[in-house]
């Protein structure tokens, strides 16, 4: 059974702190929740996409006469019908702009489309593509960055010398002073593998072109605003004439705010056909031709003086980037960060290098570079404490980040707990007491950011944005452009708004993912809404307030030195809260007396000056108790603890929800979700060869929530779930060194390595090493 239990709890909120059920789950268990895959418009035909068996080939030819002349086939579509424009999501940077949907001369890798067929029925554009004739031109591919970098492999993209996308630098401080100064210095090399999104709701989107030149698209996506700007801009359009709807979204993790072949070749089918067209991805489409977590190599080498302070670390990072930039660039810039986390380094260098592959693109993820990060970080850190024998703990403590603390040109760290967080997993160890001989404990801490700052999009809109409307009947409409995947935002941004009006969780009704009706808003990633949006709510419904108390003051006739305030629906002099009146009457009296026009706030966040990453920083420690078959190599989880630290709560049930659903993804992480490729195939590519971690195969998830106030977020609340992606793998790892002594250098974790590790560390042995 999973236990939470709240360090330092607040009580001075009425709706904040509580356990609030998502304001949406009662029409998705109805199943009257509309997600893409129901929607169903006049004339609306079905959408195929053929796909490149090819990890690298020109295209040569392109025939699609024969597929035309099957009855009940309206339409094909290639790279020719599109406007040929390179799209991606770095915007300021148009060279990292480099993928065509639909590409007119050549293919990168196996799975890309190549053509979209429209139907009247699924069935028959499936058949449809088997009479697509391409011609291919096949060349030589490269799968691994360490090859790919090589002077001989072959070029994937022009311009790019030895298929090198982007490179990235992070260095403070005097490194090689710093290295000389420790007393001990230990170096590795890591290997950390992809990992599928997994998204319940696969790919989907239904377009709709009208002859009046208006583009409306539903489609399941992180950011409504993102898909308007980039659909305008491949199809030559005005933003203000592609309306993007996406109000329910079946999970993203990262993985759903680009543009997609589902939004694309529905988009262009329907241009040319002037009928709605939609495509559902299979889950096999899903696996081979949408982007994953990025795969990486890493080198490490960390110097530490004896008592087990830190002095230096170095970094290299080589990422297997696959075909098209996405949003590695920023998953290259958040690895190197984290890995320096969440400890104080005199010096630190990172040098990462992206790398072009032809193999299945690589994006962000849920952790954003940062699980990567801490797989190599805090297994090397528990080794060097064994290697020095010192406690692991007390060596964290000893370096770790604490309130105020700056990392040097990066971010300042207004708020971080983390000092509780190693007192309760201590606690939990002990609690434990001697574990059977097959079990061990391994933990690991992290740190992570709450939305970022950078605006490789481009956007002159506010990062985010929301407008509070009040009703004569003291309903309130509450406007956001940010995006409900199922991490409950909106319920957590209609918490915030009736925490700041001074009204009930069911006064408010939140509107979001249609762009005709909500504000710009840069999505869900980085764990940026609550403290984004929620700013931008907070902002806006405390201008409504306002402007209710300002005529509350007018038509009261109370003496200046008393204070107004709305509480529950009441409002009332804070002096005398037996004083006061319903918050709806108030209402229909300022309406009356603002001739008509309703209350409207409005309000806005960007944040500046707060560094080169986040306004503010999460922190957590995880420890996993680990179960192992020495026969099998298997791995059970029998029981988790986490002590964390998100600032001041907003919903203590999402958050909940938020972090065992974390612990879930970095569990299959650290010992289940492999991706193997064969010449740039993936292998496993449906539910049952990748293995997910099921309910029955996870522990107890028990939580310690250190509540701290971060003064930059919404009633002090920071980032809450994403960053517990992060920890999980690093934890298991350490929980097999303890257990056996070996040090598992690869993730995830599968078995044969385990009994390949205990094979050779038996053999080691019996030399006398």
Not at 112 to 138: N, R
Not at 227 to 255: N, S
Not at 729 to 734: L, S
Request: charged share 25%; hydrophobic share 35%.
């Amino acid at each position: 059974m999973n236990k939470y239990t709240v360090i330092n709890p607040h009580s001075k909120f009425t709706v904040l702190n509580t356990h609030v059920h998502n304001i949406d789950g009662v029409a998705k268990v109805t199943g009257r929740a509309e997600y893409t895959f129901d929607i169903k418009l006049p004339g609306m035909l079905y959408g195929k996409i053929l796909r490149s068996p090819h990890p690298h080939a020109k295209i040569l030819n392109i025939d699609y006469s024969r597929a035309m002349e099957i009855p009940g086939v309206y339409g094909v579509v290639t790279g020719k019908d599109t406007l040929g424009i390179k799209q991606g999501i770095w915007r300021r940077y148009k060279d990292l702009c480099d993928e065509q949907i639909l590409p007119v001369d050549k293919v990168r890798y196996i799975g890309e489309p190549v053509a979209a067929v429209a139907a009247i029925t699924e069935e028959i554009a499936e058949k449809a593509l088997d009479y697509i004739d391409v011609e291919y031109e096949v060349l030589q591919g490269v799968y691994e960055p360490l090859d790919a970098i090589k002077k001989d492999a072959p070029e994937i993209h022009e311009g790019f010398e030895r298929n090198i996308n982007v490179t990235r630098h992070i260095e403070w401080g005097e490194v090689e002073e710093a290295f000389d100064e420790a007393e001990y210095v230990r170096e590795d090399w890591f290997k950390c593998g992809g990992q599928a999104h997994m998204c319940m709701e696969t790919r989907a989107a239904v377009s709709s072109y009208t002859p009046e030149k208006k583009m409306t698209i539903y489609s399941s996506n992180q950011s409504a605003y993102y898909m308007q700007a980039l659909m305008a801009g491949v199809l030559g359009m005005r933003e203000g004439d592609v309306r993007v709807i996406a109000q329910y979204v079946g999970g993203g993790f990262g993985g759903k705010f680009e543009l997609d072949g589902a939004i694309f070749c529905s988009a262009i089918l329907s241009m040319k056909l002037f009928r709605p067209v939609k495509i559902i991805y299979t889950r096999e489409e899903d696996f081979i031709a949408t982007k994953r977590r990025t795969p990486m190599f890493y080198y490490v080498r960390t110097g530490v003086k004896k008592d087990g302070t830190f002095c230096a670390r170095e970094a290299k990072v080589f990422t297997n980037g696959g075909a098209y930039t996405g949003m590695g660039a920023t998953a290259l810039y958040l690895t190197g960060f984290f890995h320096s986390f969440p400890y104080r380094w005199k010096g630190y260098r990172y040098d990462g290098y992206r790398v072009y592959t032809n193999t299945l693109p690589s994006t962000s993820m849920r952790g954003f570079g940062a699980p990567q990060a801490m797989w190599c970080s805090e297994q090397q850190i528990e080794w060097i404490a064994a290697d020095l024998g010192l406690d692991p703990i007390e060596m964290r403590r000893k370096n770790s980040h604490y309130e105020g603390y700056e990392v040097p040109g990066q971010a300042t760290i207004a708020s971080c707990g983390i000092d509780q967080c190693y007192d309760e997993i201590k606690k939990w160890i002990a609690s434990k007491g001697k574990l059977p001989a097959n079990r061990s404990i391994g933990l690991s801490a992290c740190g992570f950011m709450s939305g970022g700052i950078f605006n490789w999009f481009d956007t002159p809109y506010s990062f985010s944005s929301a407008v509070v409307t009040i009703n004569q009947d003291g309903t309130v409409e509450l406007h956001i452009g940010a995006q409900e995947i199922g991490q409950g935002s909106n319920t957590t941004m209609a918490i915030i708004c009736a925490e700041a009006l001074g009204v009930k969780v069911g006064d408010i009704k939140v509107h979001s993912g249609d762009t005709d009706h909500c504000p710009a808003d840069l999505g869900a990633w980085g764990s940026r809404q609550t403290l984004m949006t929620g700013n931008a709510t907070k902002m806006a419904a405390e201008s409504a307030k306002k402007q209710l108390l300002e005529f509350a003051y007018a038509q009261s006739g109370l003496n200046i030195v008393y204070d107004l305030d709305i509480k529950d629906g009441w409002v009332h002099a804070i002096a005398r809260p037996e004083r006061g009146e319903e918050f709806v009457q108030l209402v229909r009296k300022a309406l009356r007396g603002k001739d008509g026009q309703r209350i409207v706030g409005r309000g806005y966040y960007t944040p500046h000056r707060k560094g080169m990453i986040s306004p503010a920083y999460s922190y957590m420690l995880q420890g996993v108790e680990v179960e192992v078959d020495e026969e099998t190599g298997k791995i059970t989880l029998v029981d988790s603890m986490t002590a964390h630290d998100c600032g001041q709560p907003i919903n203590h049930l999402g958050l909940i929800g938020q972090l065992e659903g974390a612990f879930s993804m970095a569990a299959g992480y650290g010992y289940l979700e492999y991706m193997p490729y064969e010449d740039g195939k993936l292998m496993n590519p449906n539910l049952v060869d990748y293995k997910m971690i099921r309910s029955t195969e996870m522990p107890p998830a028990n939580i310690a929530e250190i509540d701290t106030y971060e003064p930059e977020g919404p009633y002090g609340a920071k980032e809450a779930g994403e960053g517990l992606t992060n920890p999980t793998a690093a934890a298991i790892g350490n929980a097999l060194f303890h257990r056996f002594g070996i040090q598992m250098k690869e993730c995830p974790v599968r078995p044969e390595m385990i009994l390949n590790a205990l094979k050779e560390k038996k053999e080691k042995e019996a030399q006398g090493k």
